[in-house]
């Protein structure tokens, strides 16, 4: 199942905004009557208003608006399953998280550079599969590798510094997860691209880049980040209350280790390039992954899908129309049978 028009999905906001008017509506109403006397006595003046129907007018109006609003999201389902062939190129992307990805040397950050960078190479593949490995003292898995691009951005929305608690800059350990990810398939159509600013370097990082292209996969690296290097900035609240300090109280500078991220993209074979604000340098890293050896491989995906707005919009006016007929007067049966009941 997909949405054809996912924007809509803000648009239900609204229903608690309507939830909300009901509510004041109904205290404004108690409160008005309050004021010609006891609640329960006045009340009594109109004894053919039903509570019950009111309420249920109003889940009726709700129920109508939400179903409105999941027929203009236009649901459509897969209707043909179809195998496809593609070919391409394996890239695992390892993006640091620490919070020295915070720095703002380069704009608007370094981390939301890179997340933009990454975006718009998602956009630019074609038949390639991509993956995420997010790092900082530990690596993990952020998406398996895919061809599903969709996926790719939605996930890659998600990643922030305060994803991982573990500060640090685990490569070598992120380096071996990309590895792993892959499988077992063999061929030199496979890639790793670390992005970060190699900042307090932990691990064996150049040694898990031999081992990589060992097995034939290559291993490139882009520096986030300047030599002269920039304060981490702490926010509460998403607002600035300052910069990073360490235990003697100096504000704490972030710099670039661009020689250790050339020794591991040498390692490794492949190509390092240093980010700027203008650019990232994602299009020389694409243009080395072109230059690999391509893979076919097979993939199921559906092939054609159909309209489902129209069940919900057809729900929606039944609700609405049973909404208008449906007054708040008790029914003649109620008052019949109430009347029996007091007579007895």
Known sequence: MQF????????FALILIIAFILYLTKRWRKKTMELYGDILVVEKLFPAISKTKRIWKNILYTTAFTLMLIGLLNPQIGTKLEE????????MICLDVSNSMNAEDISPTRLEKAKQA??????????????VIVFGGQAYVQLPITTDYAAA???????NTGMIQSQGTAIGNAIDLAIESFGKDEGKNKAIVVITDGENHEDDAKSAAEQALEKGITVHTIGMGSEQGSPIPVYKNKIREGYRKDKEGNT????LNESMLQEIAAAGNGVYVRATNADVGLRNILD???????KEFEGKMYSDYEDQFQWFIAGALVLLLIET?????????????NLFGAKK
Not at 84 to 91: E, F, P, S
Not at 118 to 131: V, Y
Not at 153 to 159: H, P
Not at 288 to 294: G, N, P, R
């Open 4 to 11: 054809e028009h996912k924007y809509i999905f803000y648009f």
């Open 252 to 255: 704490i500078i972030t710099k």
């Open 118 to 131: 990454l975006s718009k190479l998602i956009e630019k593949l074609k038949g390639d599969r991509i993956g």
């Open 153 to 159: 951005k939605l996930f890659l929305g998600s990643i």
């Open 288 to 294: 080395a992954i072109d230059s690999l050896e391509k």
């Open 325 to 337: 007929f449906l007054t708040e007067r008790k029914s003649k049966l109620y008052e019949r049978l």
């Open 84 to 91: 496809v062939k593609r070919k391409g190129a394996d890239i």
